[in-house]
């Protein structure tokens, strides 16, 4: 065997050893239902009967009963805004969680005041372990809150131009934005107690702001947050979790195209050419000896 053939071969070996380990891998990325690592939402679509969403133009024509978790870090394209917009009016009930992506974008297109602050959200007091993890006691009694006594946040932000019936829940009097980035309290910067959790009607639906959307990940069953997701399953017909607006990862996307690439594979047409590879693949030797004859 010369050179150039066992470097090929080798080559060959490598990627497919790649390629295995890539599809078997669990994904990392933040905020997945594949994600068994502490970032991921593996242990919510565990417990509740999540189905995750790749596209928002997939979203259910009847919407009654139904509850769209959004987690916006890309941003919407006009035609997944009126998606959105259509899912709210007609009775679904979305849950916008954001902290420093684009849930201001879907604020604006769908005609509410409220905003995201995108400034850090700390509380020096009353918080879980760190200033970052704000403990979120002050909570409005409603179908979401019950039997929760507390919420954990994240490195949250908080909501803005919210009317006080609309809020579920507060952040305590020692808490502020830190709108510098020094982590402590200076004059000018707001300080709590600040909106974290709102509703409001819109249509024959419902938007729900969360000023975290860290809520939901697998590290973050602290206090009542395990409650609050068992509350949004509770009350919803179906529980949908968007997956298209998170950041993609090198290995997603290998995920992707390997899942693309099995998918074409198991055609009529691709299990042809899978045929036919094997085939020259196992002839060219003897090809080459009859050549050499």
């Not at 068994?36 to 509740?48: I, Q, R």
């Not at 997939?58 to 917009?85: C, R």
């Not at 005041?113 to 372990?129: E, G, I, T, V």
């Not at 020094?182 to 909106?195: R, V």
């Amino acid at each position: 065997m010369n050179l150039r053939k066992f470097l090929a071969m080798l080559s060959g070996a490598l990627l497919l050893i790649l390629a295995i380990v890539a599809w078997f891998f669990p994904s990392n990325e933040d905020f997945r239902t594949e994600n068994p690592f502490w970032n991921g939402a593996k242990e919510m679509s565990l417990n509740y009967p999540v189905l995750a969403l790749e596209s928002l133009l997939n979203l259910p024509a009847s919407p009654q009963g139904a509850t769209l978790i959004l987690i916006p870090y890309l941003k919407f394209s006009p035609a997944e805004l009126e998606a959105l917009n259509s899912f709210v009016s007609q009775g679904g009930r979305l849950i916008l969680a954001d902290d420093y992506g684009y849930g201001n974008q879907v604020l604006e297109y769908l005609g509410l005041k409220a905003r995201f602050s995108r400034h850090p959200l700390l509380d020096p007091l009353a918080n879980y372990k760190s200033k970052w993890f704000p403990r979120i006691s002050r909570l409005k009694e409603s179908a979401l809150t019950t039997n929760i006594d507390s919420l954990v946040l994240n490195h949250a932000t908080s909501l803005t131009n919210v009317e006080d019936s609309d809020v579920l829940g507060w952040s305590s009097s020692f808490s502020f934005l830190d709108h510098n980035g020094d982590q402590l309290w200076q004059e000018g910067e707001p300080t709590g107690p600040l909106a974290v959790v709102s509703s409001h009607a819109l249509g024959k639906g419902e938007i729900v702001l969360i000023a975290d959307p860290s809520l939901f990940i697998n590290s973050m069953s602290l206090a009542g947050n395990e409650q609050l997701r068992q509350n949004i399953a509770a009350t919803s017909a179906k529980l949908l979790l968007d997956q298209s607006h998170l950041p993609p990862s090198n290995l997603h996307q290998t995920k992707s195209m390997l899942a693309y690439l099995r998918g074409s594979l198991t055609t009529p047409l691709g299990t042809l050419g899978v045929v036919i590879l094997a085939l020259t693949i196992t002839l060219m030797p003897l090809w080459q000896e009859r050549r050499r004859k």
